[in-house]
């Protein structure tokens, strides 16, 4: 499934840092996979119920060190002349580089495309040798319709569809 195929994905970096927009039911168990790997997590949720019941799970399970979630709102932003809301990538200044993104967030009913701002706003961030962009629920429209913008301005990512029990787009470098 998805996680056994994120644990391979994170053994290729010594020490993962992994970005995931949306936290949610996976997050306490991504950030254990990434932990155990000498990594560090940054979950982004703009929902606050959310973030405060995956930041409480986190501290529970011993995992504050090294995962953590920012509150992070939804602001009004421009892709590709595509106007939407997603974070305000603020909440993510002074991250540093990248290596894996996951984008499970914000919610489809946020806008049409709701997901399209995610690559290019990390783009700067992403290491610059190798990196992994994962998009979840790809057998929906809206997110192969993201991937086909992201590949249109981004040539060189190649793209591997995965199939779990949801769809899954990854991008690399």
């Given at each position: 499934?998805?996680?056994?195929?994120?644990?391979?994905?994170?053994?290729?970096?010594?020490?993962?840092?992994?970005?995931?927009?949306?936290?949610?039911?996976?997050?306490?168990?991504?950030?254990?996979?990434?932990?155990?790997?000498?990594?560090?997590?940054?979950?982004v949720e703009h929902d606050p119920v959310?973030?405060?019941?995956?930041?409480?799970?986190?501290q529970s399970a011993g995992l504050s060190?090294?995962?953590?979630?920012?509150?992070?709102?939804?602001?009004?932003?421009?892709?590709?002349?595509?106007?939407?809301?997603?974070?305000?990538?603020?909440?993510?200044?002074?991250?540093?580089?990248?290596?894996?993104?996951?984008?499970?967030?914000?919610?489809?009913?946020?806008?049409?495309?709701?997901?399209?701002?995610?690559?290019?706003?990390?783009?700067?961030?992403?290491?610059?040798?190798?990196?992994?962009?994962?998009?979840?629920?790809?057998?929906?429209?809206?997110?192969?319709?993201?991937?086909?913008?992201?590949?249109?301005?981004?040539?060189?990512?190649?793209?591997?569809?995965?199939?779990?029990?949801?769809?899954?787009?990854?991008?690399?470098?």
């Open positions: 499934g998805l996680l056994a195929h994120l644990a391979e994905v994170l053994d290729e970096y010594s020490q993962p840092r992994v970005l995931e927009f949306g936290s949610g039911r996976g997050t306490k168990t991504l950030a254990r996979l990434i932990a155990n790997r000498g990594g560090s997590l940054i979950s959310w973030h405060r019941n995956t930041s409480e799970e986190l060190a090294r995962a953590s979630v920012q509150l992070c709102p939804l602001v009004d932003v421009r892709t590709y002349d595509v106007s939407g809301r997603f974070y305000d990538m603020k909440c993510l200044y002074g991250v540093g580089q990248l290596d894996v993104v996951i984008v499970d967030g914000p919610p489809a009913k946020t806008n049409p495309l709701a997901r399209l701002p995610a690559l290019p706003s990390v783009a700067p961030l992403l290491a610059p040798e190798r990196f992994h962009v994962l998009l979840d629920d790809y057998e929906r429209e809206d997110e192969q319709a993201v991937v086909k913008l992201w590949r249109e301005h981004l040539p060189k990512l190649r793209l591997t569809e995965l199939n779990f029990s949801k769809g899954v787009a990854q991008l690399r470098r």
